[in-house]
Each structure stands twice: as C-alpha cells, then as structure tokens.
Nanobody, 123 residues
Framework: QVQLVASGGGLVQAGGSLRLSCAAS?????MGWFRQAPGKEREFVGT????????YYADSVKGRATISRDNAKNTVYLQMNSLKPEDTADYYC???????????????????WGQGTQVTVFS
C-alpha cells in the first residue's frame, strides 16, 4: 500500500474550475478519483494508468475533467472545469499497486485511499 494525501478542494462558483492533487508516497500502477455526495454512494470520476498516462472518465465528467500525473512528484491531478452544483461532493483519490487488465472503475479495485477533499459548487 501507499500513503495518499489529497488537497485542493474548496468553494467555487458554478462554471468555475478547480484542480485537485493527490500525492502518493510511492509508485503505483493506477490512480483513481472518486467522489461521494451526502447520502449517496461513492461514484467513479476517472482513472489514470501511471505507465503511459492513459485515462478513462465517467460520462458525468467527460469533457470537463482531466487527470494528469507528475512522475517526479508521484502526484496525480484532477482538473475540473465548467463545474456544476451537482459536482459538489467529497473527492477521494485512490491507488492501485497491482497490475491488471482494463479500467478500474470500482472502489474495490484500489488498495489505498487518501482522505477526502471537499468540493462545493454554488450557483
């Protein structure tokens, strides 16, 4: 397992942008972003494979979200644009350290989790 520290949440007006960061204590195979709104289940946002940097996004954020990585810093970023009130949630980053097949869109696919960082979008 690796330790993950997420940051970058805050209060933002609808239509605005936000960049979340997730620093990992070591190398991972893939990183994912999830979010959880009050009273709702944890929802997949997107994922990135460390080698190659290929990404996959949930339909709800496709075109508005970009996940990138900084190899030197072992850090993954989630850039969210055109934010909507329905994007309001606690955002979590997760790491998978075991190589596998396909895209990892389920929480159980990850073996390490960071603390949540709150994003509130107001209209």
């Amino acid at each position: 397992q690796v330790q993950l520290v997420a940051s970058g949440g805050g209060l933002v007006q609808a239509g605005g942008s936000l960049r979340l960061s997730c620093a990992a204590s070591g190398r991972t195979y893939a990183m994912g972003w999830f979010r959880q709104a009050p009273g709702k289940e944890r929802e997949f946002v997107g994922t990135i494979k460390w080698d190659g940097g290929s990404t996959y996004y949930a339909d709800s954020v496709k075109g508005r979200a970009t996940i990138s990585r900084d190899n030197a810093k072992n850090t993954v970023y989630l850039q969210m644009n055109s934010l909507k009130p329905e994007d309001t949630a606690d955002y979590y980053c997760a790491a998978r350290t075991v190589e596998g097949i396909g895209w990892y869109i389920l929480p159980k696919s990850y073996d390490s989790w960071g603390q949540g960082t709150q994003v509130t979008v107001f209209s």
